[in-house]
């Protein structure tokens, strides 16, 4: 069974600074999906990660992928108000039965401080 | 371009009654998921349908049940609802089955059970 961790579940930070959040993953996947979730709302997608060594970048987020570790990155440089929200990484996976599947972190929930 | 669209976006049900939650993809996906969403975790995954066929289930009773339309809108059923129902029910589409280009979120249907 795939399982998805992310840390940290919790991050403050001040406007300014940079931080990472990681996901690692149990199984093998080449497929990583990274959404934002604002407080009430739905998920919205930001970057999706398509092979081992693929990077992305918008604004002031950047998402990385070593599918040989088994690990994502989310790199924040110079976090402003605005990016407060829940980032969830989600891995797909697909079924014995040939379905297709999200596994989904716990979510962290990132506030920025000014 | 509509994207995915979800209703009714707020219900509120009695335990042991039934609730229908409906769900229209984007023009030219065929494949649409459903994802439970209890409030601080990330989402879990339900069903998948392609092609108005059931491509796969994840771990729920059956008291949940799905289908697709001919015009590939799907409609989500729970019966007997328990107060552990409680959640907000994400519907995604994509256009193919492996979904190449990510999946696109609806925003979702908030379900209270009392």
């Known amino acids: 069974e795939l399982k998805v961790e992310q840390n940290p579940l919790f991050l403050s930070m001040q406007e300014g600074k940079n931080y990472t959040i990681y996901c690692n993953y149990s199984?093998?996947?080449?497929?990583l999906y990274w959404y934002r979730q604002d407080p009430g709302k739905s998920l919205e997608s930001l970057f999706v990660?398509?092979?081992?060594?693929a990077v992305k970048q918008e604004g002031r987020l950047m998402a990385s992928l070593d599918t040989k570790a088994r690990l994502s990155t989310l790199h924040i440089t110079a976090a402003v108000h605005d990016l407060s929200a829940t980032y969830f990484c989600a891995v797909d996976m697909i079924t014995q039965g040939g379905s297709e599947k999200l596994v989904f972190g716990k979510g962290t929930k990132l506030t920025v401080n000014p | 371009d509509a994207g995915v669209t979800q209703s009714p976006t707020h219900l509120i049900k009695t335990r042991g009654q039934h609730v229908t939650l409906r769900c229209s993809p984007i023009s030219g996906h065929k494949s649409v998921s459903w994802y439970q969403q209890v409030l601080g975790q990330g989402p879990q995954f339900i069903f998948q349908?392609?092609?108005?066929?059931?491509?796969g289930r994840g771990n729920f009773p059956d008291r949940f049940s799905a289908r697709q339309f001919p015009n590939y809108s799907s409609e989500l059923n729970v019966n007997a609802l328990l107060l552990g129902d409680s959640a907000l029910y994400l519907c995604a589409s994509s256009v193919t089955r492996t979904a190449n280009y990510g999946y696109t979120f609806g925003s979702g249907t908030r379900l209270t059970v009392v």
């Open positions: 349908y392609y092609e108005k066929e059931e491509r």
């Open positions: 199984t093998t996947s080449d497929r």
């Open positions: 990660l398509l092979s081992n060594g």
